[in-house]
């Protein structure tokens, strides 16, 4: 019998999460354990002591992840939110299955705990960490930099990162400072990039899942600041690890950003949007030339912008002994 089964959902995010457990806390505990995707066939062959189930709160991904249950004996739900989960009677019986629910944030917390009535565990929230840069990335970086200043953005490509808003933003700040560029961490997905009409001095960077950590150390120590333009987030990882590496951060204000970053643009509108029946997406819009104008100040002025959250997880072996 294996000690932990580690299932994650499809997000970036939380792919890097069950790979950090495994490697830097369960396998140096000597605990054996397995990471499999939610997209995965069962093992029924494998039986599990401990499982956690790196996952949104919302029923499609309860669902999925209900499917390992068979296997696993003592069942933990790590959950982030990004609004309000849409939950059904399926959700609620495969609720009654599990041991401990563990949320990301202070925010999906009190959203868990305020809307459902359901008791959550302890809050983890997600750690940021450092590697060596990779010489080749950062030197190339360097070369492209040049004496300018570079702002990094780096996200999945989904409506909800906002990049609709970045676009917008950086034709905002090369009216402002032509000297500022732009590099533009992403991928292929929901939104057609050249149709947004980026300034020229942004640099589309389409390979975000094939980066190691060392090529995205490479970018964070490259950069001057590191931006989230996102409507909503459950998190906000690359903020905290920017944070990590000294790093200056702008972000929207609002929750779970606000948990730690300080430096933050006003919101002047939240609605909701229907994420797929799943979930009522918390957003939050913010005008653009504000952003552009923080931004500015804050490539150009020192003052310290958060602090960045570290060595978080090892609460979780807590949970098994």
């Known amino acids: 019998m294996f000690d932990i089964l580690v299932v994650v959902s499809k997000a970036y995010s939380h792919k890097k999460i069950g790979k950090r457990l495994v490697e830097n806390y369960f396998t140096p505990s000597g605990l054996t354990s397995m990471v499999l995707k939610i997209t995965d066939d069962v093992p029924y062959d494998f039986k599990?002591?401990?499982?956690?189930?790196?996952?949104?709160?919302?029923?499609?991904?309860?669902?999925?992840?209900?499917?390992?249950?068979?296997?696993?004996?003592?069942?933990?739900?790590?959950?982030?939110?990004?609004?309000?989960?849409?939950?059904?009677?399926?959700?609620?019986?495969?609720?009654?299955?599990?041991?401990?629910?563990?949320?990301?944030?202070?925010?999906?917390?009190?959203?868990?705990?305020?809307?459902?009535?359901?008791?959550?565990?302890d809050v983890i929230k997600h750690e940021a960490w450092v590697v060596k840069p990779d010489v080749n990335t950062l030197n190339m970086l360097y070369r492209w930099k040049g004496d300018r200043k570079m702002v990094l953005w780096i996200s999945t490509n989904q409506h909800r990162k906002g990049l609709d808003k970045l676009a917008k933003i950086t034709r905002l700040v090369a009216e402002y400072d032509n000297?500022?560029?732009?590099?533009?961490?992403?991928?292929?997905?929901?939104?057609?990039?050249?149709?947004?009409?980026?300034?020229?001095?942004?640099?589309?960077?389409?390979?975000?899942e094939s980066l190691s950590e060392e090529e995205l150390a490479a970018y964070y120590v490259a950069s001057d600041v590191v931006i989230s333009t996102s409507y909503c987030e459950g998190f906000g990882m690359t903020i905290n690890e920017a944070l990590a590496y000294g790093k200056k951060v702008l972000t929207p204000r609002y929750r779970p950003f606000t948990e730690y970053v300080t430096n933050t643009v006003p919101i002047k509108q939240v609605y909701y949007v229907n994420y797929m029946g799943y979930m009522l997406m918390e957003y939050h819009d913010y005008s653009t030339r504000e952003f552009a104008e923080k931004l500015i100040e804050t490539i150009y002025k020192d003052f310290k912008c958060g602090e960045a959250i570290r060595d978080t997880y090892g609460r979780f072996l807590k949970l098994f002994i």
């Open 179 to 208: 000297t500022i560029v732009f590099r533009v961490v992403t991928g292929l997905g929901e939104v057609n990039l050249k149709a947004l009409g980026f300034s020229g001095n942004t640099y589309l960077d389409i390979r975000i």
């Open 48 to 121: 599990f002591r401990n499982g956690v189930f790196v996952i949104t709160f919302d029923k499609y991904s309860l669902t999925q992840v209900a499917k390992f249950f068979p296997i696993v004996k003592h069942k933990i739900l790590y959950v982030t939110l990004e609004g309000i989960p849409v939950l059904d009677k399926t959700s609620f019986k495969v609720l009654e299955n599990v041991d401990l629910i563990v949320a990301n944030s202070d925010y999906t917390r009190d959203v868990i705990e305020n809307f459902f009535d359901i008791d959550v565990h």
